[in-house]
């Protein structure tokens, strides 16, 4: 329990006007579903249903892309780079200006702390924006040809986990090097992207250039294997990936996933231990662990593995779990009542293997998804809460002696999207980095984003980078 | 029958084949000496390791000339060979991964000096291979080997071209570097021996990624002694492993190999065939290029092949006092 007793600090809901529903966002409007379903989306803290908003079927799908091709053909893809710029500039500016409304309407629909929708997630959102407006008229020098074209239709996949900014990641790119867009968000988190269709009508983005369509996994497919979309962008788990490359084999379709991971974290017996608990709490704990390239499995040198746990639990300890509006929280709200149940039953699988759990004492709330931030400790390699992405607030515990033994040890997965190295030596930094496989390595720090950083996996955890010049790539065509 | 040519620059002038001298075949001239010289015929095998097996299958099919002539019996690779091709591949990436960018361009380089020396040779396995006239496939010969030079210089520059450092917004040292993905399994194009052989390889290892390489169906035999100069040109061995035989046999197994990283489908003529290869290779998330039909092997390549199979890797760490 913390130790010191906070008043609550809640951040105010007045800023934001969730409608009772929503349209599509087709061809510059809202428009309602042509088949009628619908689904409901509710706030993972309250269980209070927020809003109803459209399943899109077949033919809305349809209508999307035919308004993002018309779009592409007509204006977009014909447009000079300084113009889609500028664009791109007005979109940045006006996330800029809703920030606080947006913050908060992004806690309320996905669960996480409002500190972190408030000083990561939009921030960020804005910042990729005009990072990717400035490149829009130097495609020429960015290291894909000397003229370089858009490649036309790009559909696009997102997330739950951080909705607004894998929606940034993957619109601003794309809308830069001169392409179109029919964008799905996660079925338990649209409300922010269809704000972002209210942001795209402030800015007066041509018609049908952005195009947002909700839905879930079955508007997902039909948007990725629609015939007339001629790029897929996919972040979400290895197995819906494997499915959809499968299904764009034989095409022309240019494809791009960001998948599943399962980093390991490894804290060598030199590393400033303080800082590599922050890290590893950080690497964890951080959106509730629902974090493709979290550093869930903690390695940690032996020979200072007793102290390291001594603090981090008692760091665990202080975390504060409640309420996502909350200025003072630390852990929000799971996102949906089919993660919650994925989370419990790998814990159990955990300790039916023989691992030791450990959490702090943690009161969850009587209604909504929570799950308190959970340790194990006695972990192998061949145990599933070493094997598998669980995507929650658990940290498996392995430990090793030697350097060669925590390299093979952080690469004896399928994955491949990221891993932590801490250690005060440098030489020993650059080293382990070279040999981890891994497509993002954080050295004495975790968890860090920027647009112009690159960030993507080896291995099953992908293909293609986002952020910075090679996020380009993807988007051009060759 | 002409004699072979010495070589300009001084080396002793190149077998040929069995083929030219003891059987017709096109182009050859019919002024044989009647006292011919009983050819010793070259057994062409596997290329694994840095050694030359037999498939472990025992088999072996006929090649033919572009007109039909018989040329030579070549080992026929089967799935254990696929197998044991990858292992020895992944066991190589190490060494080769590890090297120095300089040592990896060195040998390259190594390997355009050796198959200079081979001119004639590949000449003229080339001609009869393809049905080419003697000019055209001096011209794809020429082509290869200045292919290979112009690949070997990118050795220790590709990592300047494609990577950089990022400009983030706060106090840290964020650099992206390229790094080769692993093993990579090529399915070499069918119709152009050499020149597109050379346009395939050579980018998968010159950026430090191993091989497996299956050759062209019909005309198999400019990979063999291409196989045998990479023998003697300090290539270690397992970095490039070639088989011969039947691709439709062969690359399924290789491109639904769990240990494999990326795949060059290239060869795969057939549509319908590089669509089940992609959608086998699907299973591990390979890297997958597509072939491309109207691809010009004569054209300087961009940086594509390359860049497919290198793995952008991005290392933050704070700064500060």
């Given at each position: 329990m913390p130790t010191f007793e906070y008043a609550p600090a809640p951040e105010s809901r007045s800023i934001v006007d969730i409608r009772s529903s929503y349209g599509l966002f087709i061809n510059g409007e809202f428009v309602d579903g042509r088949s009628g379903d619908t689904r409901k989306t509710v706030n993972p803290a309250s269980e209070e249903v927020l809003a109803e908003v459209v399943e899109a079927g077949e033919a809305d799908v349809d209508a999307a892309v035919a308004a993002a091709r018309h779009a592409y053909d007509q204006v977009w893809g014909r447009m000079r780079g300084a113009d889609r710029a500028k664009y791109l500039y007005r979109i940045a500016r006006v996330v800029q200006e809703r920030a606080r409304e947006l913050a908060v309407l992004e806690s309320i629909d996905n669960g996480k702390p409002i500190r972190e929708s408030r000083d990561v997630d939009i921030p960020l959102v804005a910042a990729h924006f005009f990072y990717y407006a400035g490149w829009a008229d130097k495609l020429k020098h960015a290291g894909f040809g000397e003229n370089p074209r858009p490649i036309g239709v790009a559909g696009q996949v997102i997330?739950?986990?951080?909705?607004?900014?894998?929606?940034?990641?993957?619109?601003?790119?794309?809308?830069?090097?001169?392409?179109?867009?029919?964008?799905?968000?996660?079925?338990?988190?649209?409300?922010?992207?269809?704000?972002?269709?209210?942001?795209?009508?402030?800015?007066e983005l041509p018609p049908g250039a952005v195009n947002i369509i909700t839905g879930g996994g079955e508007t997902g497919r039909l948007l990725v294997e629609h015939p007339d979309v001629d790029k897929v962008a996919f972040t979400g788990s290895t197995e819906v990936g494997r499915a959809i490359a499968k299904s764009v084999a034989g095409s022309q379709k240019r494809l791009t996933l960001e998948l599943g991971g399962k980093a390991a974290n490894i804290v060598f017996d030199d590393a400033a231990i303080d800082q590599a608990v922050e890290g590893i709490v950080n690497g964890i704990f951080f959106n509730q662990g629902h974090v493709c390239c979290a550093g869930s499995r903690l390695l940690v040198q032996e020979s200072i593995a007793e102290p390291l746990l001594d603090r981090l639990k008692r760091r665990m300890a202080l975390l504060r779990l409640g309420d996502p509006l909350d200025k003072n929280t630390d852990i929000g709200a799971i996102n949906s009542a089919a993660q919650l149940e994925r989370i419990r039953e790998l814990s159990s699988a955990g300790e039916a293997e023989g691992a030791d759990r450990w959490s702090p004492p943690c009161e969850l709330p009587a209604r909504g998804f929570w799950f308190a931030p959970t340790l194990f400790t006695g972990v192998s390699q061949a145990h599933r809460i070493a094997r598998e992405e669980i995507f929650g607030p658990v940290l498996s515990v392995l430990t090793f002696r030697t350097p060669a033994e925590a390299v093979e040890k952080a690469n004896n997965t399928p994955y491949g999207l990221s891993a932590g190295v801490w250690t005060e030596k440098g030489s020993r930094i650059l080293a382990i980095a070279d040999q981890l496989r891994a497509g993002v390595v954080w050295a004495n720090t975790f968890n860090k984003f920027d647009p112009a950083s690159p960030f993507g996996g080896y291995k099953e955890s992908g293909y293609g980078r986002e952020g910075g010049r090679h996020g380009l790539e993807a988007y051009l065509a060759h | 029958m002409h004699p072979p040519k010495a070589d300009p620059q001084g080396a002793p002038p190149p077998v040929h084949p069995p083929k030219a001298q003891s059987r017709p075949s096109a182009g050859a001239d019919s002024s044989t000496p009647a006292a011919s010289r009983l050819a010793v015929r070259k057994t062409y095998k596997l290329f694994i390791g840095g050694a030359f097996p037999r498939s472990e299958s025992g088999r072996s099919y006929v090649v033919s000339s572009a007109e039909g002539e018989f040329l030579a019996n070549a080992a026929q690779a089967s799935r254990k060979d696929v197998r044991d091709a990858v292992k020895v591949a992944r066991g190589a990436v190490a060494a080769w991964?590890?090297?120095?960018?300089?040592?990896?361009?060195?040998?390259?380089?190594?390997?355009?000096?050796?198959?200079?020396?081979?001119?004639?040779?590949?000449?003229?396995?080339?001609?009869?291979?393809?049905?080419?006239?003697?000019?055209?496939?001096?011209?794809?010969?020429?082509?290869?080997?200045?292919?290979?030079?112009?690949?070997?210089?990118?050795?220790?520059?590709?990592?300047?071209?494609?990577?950089?450092?990022?400009?983030?917004?706060?106090?840290?040292?964020?650099?992206?570097?390229?790094?080769?993905?692993?093993?990579?399994g090529v399915l070499a194009p069918q119709d152009s021996s050499l020149l597109g052989l050379v346009s395939v390889l050579a980018p998968v290892i010159v950026t430090g990624n191993t091989c497996v390489v299956l050759a062209s169906d019909a005309r198999p035999l400019p990979a063999i002694t291409l196989a045998e100069v990479l023998a003697t040109s300090d290539l270690p061995g397992g970095v490039v492993n070639l088989l011969t035989g039947q691709v439709?046999?062969?690359?399924?197994?290789?491109?639904?190999?769990?240990?494999?990283?990326?795949?060059?489908?290239?060869?795969?003529?057939?549509?319908?065939?590089?669509?089940?290869?992609?959608?086998?290779?699907a299973e591990n998330l390979k890297r997958v290029v597509r072939p491309d039909h109207s691809e010009d092997w004569t054209a300087e390549p961009g940086l594509d092949r390359m860049l497919a199979f290198l793995e952008p890797k991005t290392v933050w760490h704070p700064k500060g006092i």
């Open positions: 997330p739950w986990n951080f909705p607004l900014l894998m929606l940034a990641w993957k619109i601003a790119p794309a809308l830069a090097a001169g392409n179109t867009v029919v964008l799905k968000p996660a079925e338990t988190t649209p409300l922010t992207a269809l704000a972002f269709a209210e942001i795209c009508q402030q800015a | 991964a590890g090297a120095t960018a300089y040592n990896r361009g060195q040998v390259l380089y190594r390997i355009a000096e050796m198959l200079e020396g081979r001119r004639a040779q590949f000449v003229d396995e080339v001609r009869v291979g393809e049905g080419l006239g003697k000019s055209a496939a001096e011209s794809a010969v020429n082509a290869a080997i200045d292919r290979w030079v112009w690949y070997a210089g990118w050795s220790d520059k590709i990592a300047q071209v494609y990577g950089n450092a990022n400009p983030v917004a706060g106090p840290y040292f964020n650099l992206t570097s390229p790094e080769p993905t692993g093993v990579v439709a046999e062969t690359a399924p197994w290789l491109a639904g190999h769990m240990d494999v990283n990326a795949i060059d489908l290239t060869g795969a003529s057939d549509p319908g065939f590089a669509t089940d290869l992609e959608v086998a290779a």
